[in-house]
């Protein structure tokens, strides 16, 4: 949806970008009159999940910008539970018997060289 | 952000849940994404795996039945867990020679010793391994083991 970063959209007022229509619609849509937010705070803020951000403008002047607030660390442990919950998912599946200790394994490998030599 | 390079003894232990180091496995690998560590493996690491893993179904069942199957289903799994990346040795010739000097320097196998190199040439700084031949490379402070040795 966003196809300019909100930092090159602000600088459109000095003409150092052209936006084609699509994307002038989309820039539209994100600017927000400072007047229409204090009235509308409640529906801009609903909007604001799925647009990311907006700009607040004051006399067609961008003044500020509001951003989705996404809270990292509860994304990030919901990501980490996640991932838990697949490694005991993963785990497991086999019984080889138990008798596979560290050494045996270095044994296996090193046995399988010790095959290939003359 | 710990970048932590699985052994293949790990991989085994992962999979066989008769091992006695089965459990100590899952639940490092659990606390290790605790701390948002990355895992680490190399293709060196997957041939050890499903050689040391073939001979172990060998070793219990004497005839496996679809043993490639069986293989397959266990390297499937291995291959999905979070956080994993696949990496290689340096592939340029000079750094082939280093091998040799890490095997001197830290009595390693060769295999080991590529183990080592791969691990240093991707700046990963901890290792997960039952393995006691890295003793050496532990003291040096070279690698962080992840289990004390």
Redesign the interface.
């Known amino acids: 949806m966003c196809i300019l970063p909100l930092d090159k959209m602000c600088n459109l007022s000095h003409n150092k970008f052209m936006l084609n229509t699509t994307q002038l619609a989309d820039f539209t849509q994100r600017l927000v009159p400072l007047t229409y937010f204090r009235r509308n705070a409640g529906e801009v803020l609903d909007k604001l999940s799925r647009y990311g951000n907006f700009v607040l403008t004051k006399d067609g002047q961008p003044v500020a910008k509001l951003s989705f607030f996404t809270n990292k660390a509860v994304s ?1 442990r919901r990501q ?1 539970e ?3 919950k ?3 998912k ?11 200790t ?1 050494e045996k ?2 044994q ?3 046995d ?1 060289y010790a095959e290939m030599l003359p | 952000m710990p970048k932590c390079y699985l052994d293949s003894n790990i991989l085994v232990y992962f999979k066989d849940e008769s091992s006695p180091f089965h459990r100590q496995v899952v639940s490092q690998i659990g606390s290790l994404l605790e701390q948002e560590a990355q895992f680490f493996i190399s293709p060196l690491v997957l041939d050890e795996f499903l050689h040391s893993f073939k001979q172990g179904l060998i070793f219990k069942y004497k005839k496996v039945k679809d043993l490639p199957q069986k293989l397959k289903a266990a390297l499937t799994e291995v291959l999905s867990l979070p956080k994993l990346s696949l990496v290689n040795p340096p592939l340029d010739f000079p750094k082939q020679l280093k091998v040799v000097d890490l095997m001197s320097k830290y009595y390693l196998r060769p295999r080991d010793a590529y183990h080592l190199l791969t691990m240093q040439f991707n700046d990963i700084d901890s290792f997960f391994s039952f393995d006691n031949d890295f003793k050496l490379v532990f003291a040096a402070k070279i690698l962080k083991p992840v289990i004390s040795q």
């Open positions: 990030s980490i996640a991932d838990l697949k490694v005991k993963l785990a497991g599946g086999f019984r080889l018997g138990g008798d596979l560290p394994i270095n296996i490998l090193d399988r």
